[in-house]
């Protein structure tokens, strides 16, 4: 087992993997499976998506290192979004999380500075 990183974490994913039963994303694998057909020619819709179903089960349950986002893991369903989009709401939550860090902070002392 990973220790815990007092870092916070950023997820990102095409759709996050379903927490228990429930999905981040309610069309999260549709939306994923129609992305794979439209990108190589030849795939069946119904045979990506049972794909993508399968191999989504299989990473969360796994005994080896179960694919389960960090405790402190920010989430954000990309499912619908571009990368412009995407990459914009990761700094939002990059720039919400380092100040709630520094807001909570206890302040310092500021350095003392002897004349030479």
Do not use: F, W
């Not at 007092?6 to 429930?22: E, F, I, L, N, V």
């Not at 796994?62 to 914009?88: N, S, Y």
């Amino acid at each position: 087992m990973r220790p815990a990183s007092s870092k916070a974490a950023t997820s990102a994913r095409p759709c996050s993997p379903p927490r228990g039963s429930s999905s981040s994303s309610p069309r999260g694998p549709e939306v994923r499976a129609e992305r794979r057909v439209r990108q190589e020619n030849g795939l069946s819709y119904a045979a990506v998506l049972q794909d993508i179903l399968r191999r989504d089960y299989h990473d969360m349950t796994r005994t080896a290192a179960p694919l389960i986002p960090a405790r402190d893991a920010i989430e954000i369903d990309t499912t619908e979004l571009t990368i412009h989009q995407v990459v914009g709401r990761m700094a939002t939550a990059y720039r919400e999380r380092t100040r709630e860090s520094t807001s909570s902070a206890q302040p310092t002392e500021p350095p003392v500075l002897h004349p030479q």
